[in-house]
């Protein structure tokens, strides 16, 4: 298993892991909006946060990150996102 490098995307080695990670937990259903059966991993994984207004109103806060994988429907564009960190990822790509 190889480590995900922050500079660069992640490698056909980063991507079967994920991709058995996955196989795993069983997250191999097609695509949900229109069942084509080819979902690709996106070339690097994603962050998300939250954003919430600051106390004063005339700004906004971001939350903690949320490190995810991130599927593409090959026919529709789909975007599905799987926690890294419950698939375990995090410690197996070395990402925080
Ligand atoms: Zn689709």
Not at 5 to 17: C, P, S, V
Not at 37 to 55: F, Q, R
Request: charged share 15%.
């Amino acid at each position: 298993m190889a480590t995900y490098d922050m500079t660069m995307n992640l490698t056909e080695e980063n991507k079967q892991t994920i991709k058995d990670a996955l196989e795993t937990k069983g997250a191999v259903a097609p695509c949900a909006r229109c069942s084509t059966p080819t979902m690709s991993i996106l070339d690097s994984l994603v962050a998300l946060t939250s954003i919430k207004p600051n106390e004063s109103g005339d700004d906004q806060e971001y939350g903690p990150i949320l490190p995810a994988a991130a599927l593409i429907c090959t026919n529709c564009g789909h975007l599905v996102l799987h926690s890294a960190g419950i698939l375990g990822l995090t410690q197996q790509l070395g990402i925080r």
